[in-house]
C-alpha cells in the first residue's frame, strides 16, 4: 500500500512535486496538503482530487511521510504546533525549506525523527528540476527510497552523504537557475544590439540552452568535446570562446558559486541557531 504523505504548505513547490506525484501514478486518496487558507486547498481537492485540512497537526496524524513545504522564516512556529502528532506517530520528514539544518528540524519537532533534508530548484515547477538530497541517520533505506521516488517526480535526485555538501547543491542547481535566466537577459541584449528584434533573440536564446542541454544530456561526448565540435578552426565560435575564456569566464563561474555556497552555510549557520 502506499504511503501517507501530508504535504505541510500547498504553494509552489508542494503543487509542483504532488502534480508530479499524480503524473507518475502515485494514489491521489494518499496524498493530504494543508494551508491556513481553505481558498488556496479548494482547487487542489477539486483539480487533483487529494485530500486537504487546515489544521497541521490532525493532518499529520495518520501521515507516514510529512512534506514541510513552507517558508523557513514560519517553519519553527510551524513544527511546534505539529510537534505532538508528530512525536505520536514518527513519521519520515522530508523538508524542502532553503537552509534549515536536519537536526534544527529534528530538534523543533521533538526530537528523535528520520529527516530528509532536500535542496531542490524552480524547474521543478515544469516537471524539469535538479535536487540534492541528504538523509540524516534514523532515515531507514526504505524511507529514503521513498525519499528518492517523491522527488524523482519532478525531476533529477543526486544523494549527498554529507549534509555540508547542499551547500555546493545549491550553488550547482538551487540557485543555478537564475546563472542560466541572467545570461538569457544577456544574450537578448546583445542579440538587439547585433539588430535582431529583442524577442526574437530571447526565443533563438532560450531555444538553444534547452538544444544545449538535451545534447549534452543524450551525448556520450563531454561537455569539452561537444563545445569543439562547434568550433570551426578559424571560425566564429572560436572567437567567441576565446573572448570569453580571455575575459575570465571561468573564473567568475568559481567566484560566484563560492559566494553562493558561503552564503548557504552563513544562512544554515542563521535559521540553525533560533
Ligand atoms: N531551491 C529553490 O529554488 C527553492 C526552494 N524552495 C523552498 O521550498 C519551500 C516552499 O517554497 P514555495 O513553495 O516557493 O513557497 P510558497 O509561499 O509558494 O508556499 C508556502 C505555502 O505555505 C503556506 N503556509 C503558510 N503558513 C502555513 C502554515 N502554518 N501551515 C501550512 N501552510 C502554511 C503558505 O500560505 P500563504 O501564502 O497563505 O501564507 C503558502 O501557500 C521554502 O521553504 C523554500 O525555501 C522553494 C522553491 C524553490
Ligand atoms: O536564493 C535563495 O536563497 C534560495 C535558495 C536556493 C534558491 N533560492
Given at each position: 500500500?502506499?504511503?501517507?504523505?501530508?504535504?505541510?504548505?500547498?504553494?509552489?513547490?508542494?503543487?509542483?512535486?504532488?502534480?508530479?506525484?499524480?503524473?507518475?501514478?502515485?494514489?491521489?486518496?494518499?496524498?493530504?496538503?494543508?494551508?491556513?487558507?481553505?481558498?488556496?486547498?479548494?482547487?487542489?481537492?477539486?483539480?487533483?482530487?487529494?485530500?486537504?485540512?487546515?489544521?497541521?497537526?490532525?493532518?499529520?496524524?495518520?501521515?507516514?511521510?510529512?512534506?514541510?513545504?513552507?517558508?523557513?522564516?514560519?517553519?519553527?512556529?510551524?513544527?511546534?504546533?505539529?510537534?505532538?502528532?508528530?512525536?505520536?506517530?514518527?513519521?519520515?520528514?522530508?523538508?524542502?525549506?532553503?537552509?534549515?539544518p536536519?537536526d534544527t528540524l529534528?530538534?523543533?519537532?521533538?526530537?528523535?525523527?528520520?529527516?530528509?533534508?532536500?535542496?531542490?530548484?524552480?524547474?521543478?515547477?515544469?516537471?524539469?528540476?535538479?535536487?540534492?538530497?541528504?538523509?540524516?541517520?534514523?532515515?531507514?533505506?526504505?524511507?529514503?527510497?521513498?525519499?528518492?521516488?517523491?522527488?524523482?517526480?519532478?525531476?533529477?535526485?543526486?544523494?549527498?552523504?554529507?549534509?555540508?555538501?547542499?551547500?555546493?547543491?545549491?550553488?550547482?542547481?538551487?540557485?543555478?537557475?537564475?546563472?542560466?535566466?541572467?545570461?538569457?537577459?544577456?544574450?537578448?541584449?546583445?542579440?538587439?544590439?547585433?539588430?535582431?528584434?529583442?524577442?526574437?533573440?530571447?526565443?533563438?536564446?532560450?531555444?538553444?540552452?534547452?538544444?544545449?542541454?538535451?545534447?549534452?544530456?543524450?551525448?556520450?561526448?563531454?561537455?569539452?568535446?561537444?563545445?569543439?565540435?562547434?568550433?570551426?578552426?578559424?571560425?566564429?565560435?572560436?572567437?567567441?570562446?576565446?573572448?570569453?575564456?580571455?575575459?575570465?569566464?571561468?573564473?567568475?563561474?568559481?567566484?560566484?558559486?563560492?559566494?553562493?555556497?558561503?552564503?548557504?552555510?552563513?544562512?544554515?549557520?542563521?535559521?540553525g541557531?533560533?
Open positions: 500500500m502506499a504511503s501517507q504523505v501530508t504535504f505541510i504548505g500547498a504553494g509552489n513547490m508542494a503543487g509542483a512535486i504532488i502534480g508530479g506525484m499524480i503524473d507518475s501514478g502515485y494514489p491521489r486518496d494518499a496524498i493530504t496538503a494543508t494551508s491556513p487558507d481553505d481558498s488556496v486547498l479548494a482547487p487542489l481537492r477539486e483539480r487533483l482530487g487529494i485530500h486537504t485540512a487546515t489544521d497541521n497537526a490532525s493532518a499529520v496524524a495518520q501521515a507516514d511521510v510529512v512534506v514541510l513545504a513552507v517558508k523557513p522564516q514560519i517553519m519553527q512556529d510551524v513544527c511546534s504546533g505539529m510537534r505532538d502528532a508528530v512525536q505520536a506517530r514518527k513519521p519520515l520528514i522530508i523538508s524542502v525549506a532553503a537552509g534549515l536536519a529534528e530538534h523543533w519537532l521533538g526530537g528523535e525523527l528520520p529527516v530528509v533534508r532536500c535542496m531542490p530548484n524552480t524547474p521543478s515547477l515544469v516537471g524539469a528540476g535538479a535536487a540534492g538530497l541528504y538523509a540524516n541517520a534514523r532515515v531507514t533505506d526504505d524511507q529514503q527510497r521513498i525519499a528518492g521516488e517523491l522527488l524523482e517526480a519532478v525531476g533529477l535526485v543526486e544523494w549527498v552523504d554529507d549534509e555540508a555538501l547542499l551547500e555546493a547543491v545549491t550553488a550547482v542547481s538551487g540557485s543555478a537557475p537564475a546563472y542560466f535566466f541572467l545570461m538569457f537577459e544577456a544574450m537578448e541584449q546583445a542579440g538587439a544590439d547585433l539588430g535582431l528584434p529583442a524577442d526574437t533573440a530571447r526565443r533563438l536564446a532560450m531555444q538553444t540552452a534547452y538544444g544545449a542541454a538535451r545534447m549534452a544530456m543524450d551525448s556520450d561526448k563531454t561537455p569539452g568535446e561537444l563545445k569543439r565540435n562547434v568550433m570551426s578552426p578559424g571560425g566564429t565560435t572560436e572567437r567567441a570562446i576565446e573572448h570569453l575564456e580571455n575575459a575570465g569566464l571561468r573564473d567568475i563561474m568559481q567566484g560566484a558559486m563560492r559566494a553562493c555556497a558561503e552564503r548557504a552555510g552563513e544562512m544554515a549557520d542563521e535559521l541557531k533560533r
